[in-house]
T-cell receptor
């Protein structure tokens, strides 16, 4: 069964600090991995999308890495801001199953002043 | 461009009532999706439409029906609402890569918060 596991479940950091969120998956055959940011009360917004051949991708202060061999991804947030407080969701898609991406439960990040 | 729009934003139903959630996208995407999100849980796929004229069941389709009205619009219907359907419902759209081989970036609507009493 395809699965996506995210850790930690929740995280509290001080403004200006860095943090790293983890995503492990068992989706096969792997197609792509996407990270989304979901603010409270809003729909998810895409941060990055990576295919098999990509091992890092940045979007401003967000940097995602992918290790397709170990089936792990991480999202690194640099110099956190209060606006980074949100849920971060890892989503993995398999080839030939485009309609049925597998979603992680998300990591809730709280940035405190 | 409005992106993905959903109506209504909030809805309260009594058990047994029916309603239709509306979704429209203006990005000319072929694929559209309906998800539900319960507290502390990830998004779960209810139904999706890979292209106009086709619909397929997702992970949790029971109690729901869908209609892909045209390329822009994809509606979700609850025929007889139950308290277990209390949730936040998200519509999304995307393009497919390489003729449908994989899912591309999905664009989500703002959600409909549904309470069934």
């Amino acid at each position: 069964k395809n699965q996506v596991e995210q850790s930690p479940q929740s995280l509290i950091i001080l403004e200006g600090k860095n943090c790293t969120l983890q995503c492990n998956y068992t989706v096969s055959p792997f197609s792509n991995l996407r990270w989304y940011k979901q603010d409270t009360g809003r729909g998810p917004v895409s941060l990055t999308i990576m295919t098999f051949s990509e091992n890092t991708k940045s979007n401003g202060r967000y940097t995602a890495t992918l290790d397709a061999d170990t089936k792990q991804s991480s999202l690194h947030i640099t110099a956190s801001q209060l606006s980074d407080s949100a849920s971060y969701i890892c989503v993995v898609s398999a080839w030939g199953n485009a309609g049925k991406s597998t979603f992680g439960d998300g990591t809730t990040l709280t940035v405190k002043p | 461009n409005a992106g993905v729009t959903q109506t209504p934003k909030f809805q309260v139903l009594k058990t047994g009532q029916s309603m239709t959630l509306q979704c429209a996208q203006d990005m000319n995407h072929n694929s559209m999706y309906w998800y539900r999100q319960d507290p502390g849980m990830g998004l779960r796929l209810i139904y999706y439409s890979a292209s106009e004229g086709t619909t397929d069941k997702g992970e949790v389709p029971n109690g729901y029906n869908v209609s892909r009205l045209n390329k822009r619009e994809f509606s979700l219907r609850l025929e007889s609402a139950a308290p277990s359907q209390t949730s936040v419902y998200f519509c999304a759209s995307s393009e497919w890569g390489l003729a449908g081989g994989y899912a591309n970036e999905q664009f989500f609507g703002p959600g409909t918060r549904l309470t069934v009493l």
